[in-house]
């Protein structure tokens, strides 16, 4: 038996609403129009902290789901939140999708950057357990701790989340209360039609909308120093979700009588996934660094320089999809190598090639691993002082593998081929040599050194 009681408009009002945008519905009639019409249902599941990764793979998706024909596109999101800027940018796209309907469907929680991200859909469905809100932002302090954000970062994210709002028919106070823990808003009705909406404090004491409306209490969720978070049936009194259900089986039989499409992680994106975990991240770094260095003192071997473009190549491409790479450290890199090895075999001596050969390397290494070029917060502070220790220790690295070149390796059974030697000349060219330098000739005289039987020494 279902917990949910949801009692549909009248058909008529049903088809006026058809005909209007969702974002001049309220949520009773949005989650009609979004019932029960579709042919074509892709399912998204999504459940990490919205970062590169997350965006690469829900941006993948949606592009899929495109060239699949999807007509209505449900992103099943669970999350904590993440980096801010993803969020407002997915929430955008999913808001300029006018190829399907987008539903998010929150089964447990979203949260901060989630919250934002929801914004952008056509319809919000929750379950009854589930959370939403809590999206300020927040940053790291001088210790290393979370501190709240700066307030021209909070006035640029309120200022973002109301134009969200605004597009996607939520009540724009109450999605700036999930992001400003300072604003108080109060419930507001229509005094011709009855309609429910929001309203801040400010508008609340402005004639222009007190005439309006009819303002009420206020809403307890906000303000008091604290964001706005909630749960699945007030979010549905504040409209930040359409319909509460109590499971996705309930859900999907609202939305479609048709078979849905669901994706899952495959094996790039998995490979991806794993590529980005910073121990893993390094790791390429340490044997690409030492593979490249071991080509270069010994040209010609192959192996140690296949695994450097391996390594190099891996790290490149899980970034780059990652997001955090782009075409500028894709092209630095070899440029550097390129200019490397300028310096080792074609005019040696210098340094102007080498020097900038590394640092073109290192540059590209570095801002591989970040999304920003010059830090700004302490946050990212943070990000270019790991990222850099990363790289910094992969050459260390590297510098050990030359003392054990230097030291050690003439020692260790199968691997003296990699350390360099001079050539020597052979015995039989070093006879040679001596032949030539003491041929003899007819009317020379000289002094026997050691008795000659038949050979011996003259000078």
């Avoid at 596109?73 to 801010?84: H, M, N, Q």
């Avoid at 078979?259 to 121990?279: E, F, I, M, S």
């Avoid at 190099?312 to 550097?336: D, Q, R």
Wanted: a negative charge.
């Amino acid at each position: 038996m279902l917990g949910f009681v949801f009692i549909f408009p009248t058909l008529a009002c049903g088809q006026e609403a058809a005909n209007l945008d969702l974002e001049q519905l309220d949520p009773q009639q949005r989650a009609e129009l979004l019932s029960g019409q579709h042919q074509r249902v892709y399912l998204i599941d999504v459940d990490r902290q919205i970062d590169g990764l997350f965006y690469w793979y829900l941006s993948n998706r949606l592009d899929r789901a495109k060239s699949q024909g999807a007509d209505l596109v449900v992103i099943r999101l669970t999350t904590p939140g993440g980096d801010l800027e993803y969020s407002l940018d997915l929430a955008r796209k999913l808001l300029d999708s006018e190829w399907a309907k987008i539903v998010v469907w929150i089964p447990r929680e979203a949260i901060s950057g989630g919250a934002i991200l929801s914004l952008g859909a056509d319809g919000v469905f929750m379950q009854r357990s589930a959370m939403i809100g809590d999206a300020g932002p927040i940053m790291f302090g001088p210790g290393g701790q979370f501190v709240h954000a700066e307030e021209k970062i909070v006035s640029y994210t309120a200022t973002a989340v109301r134009e969200l709002a605004k597009a996607s028919g939520r009540p724009e106070a109450v999605a700036e209360a999930m992001v400003d823990r300072k604003l108080k808003v109060f419930l507001a009705t229509d005094r011709k039609t009855g309609q429910i909406t929001y309203l801040t404090e400010l508008q609340s004491q402005d004639p222009q909308w007190t005439e309006r409306y009819e303002i009420g209490p206020a809403i307890v969720e906000a303000g008091e120093d604290r964001f706005l978070t909630v749960g699945a049936d007030r979010a549905l009194e504040l409209q930040l979700c359409d319909a509460v259900v109590n499971d996705e089986s309930e859900l999907l039989q609202r939305l479609t009588t048709q078979p849905v499409l669901a994706t899952q992680l495959d094996w790039k994106d998995r490979l991806v996934y794993t590529l980005n975990r910073p121990w893993l991240t390094a790791l390429l770094l340490l044997i690409g660094v030492a593979g490249l260095y071991l080509e270069f003192s010994a040209p010609g071997l192959s192996l140690p320089g296949l695994v450097a473009v391996l390594c190099f190549s891996l790290f490149f491409w899980s970034n780059f999809l990652g997001g955090t790479a782009v075409w500028l450290e894709v092209l630095f890199f070899p440029l550097g190598v390129g200019c490397l090895l300028i310096e080792l075999f074609v005019l040696p001596g210098f340094g102007v090639f080498g020097l900038s050969g590394l640092a073109m390397i290192l540059i590209a290494l570095i801002m591989a691993t970040q999304d920003f070029l010059l830090p700004e917060t302490p946050a990212q502070w943070q990000q270019l002082q790991v990222n850099s220790l990363s790289v910094f220790a992969a050459f260390v690295v590297m510098g050990v593998v030359i003392a054990i070149q230097i030291f050690f390796l003439d020692s260790i059974p199968g691997l003296r081929k990699f350390q360099l030697k001079p050539e020597e000349p052979s015995l039989a060219v070093g006879l040679e040599l001596n032949q030539a330098a003491r041929q003899l000739s007819v009317g020379q005289h000289g002094i026997c050194q050691s008795d000659l039987r038949p050979s011996g020494k003259a000078s």
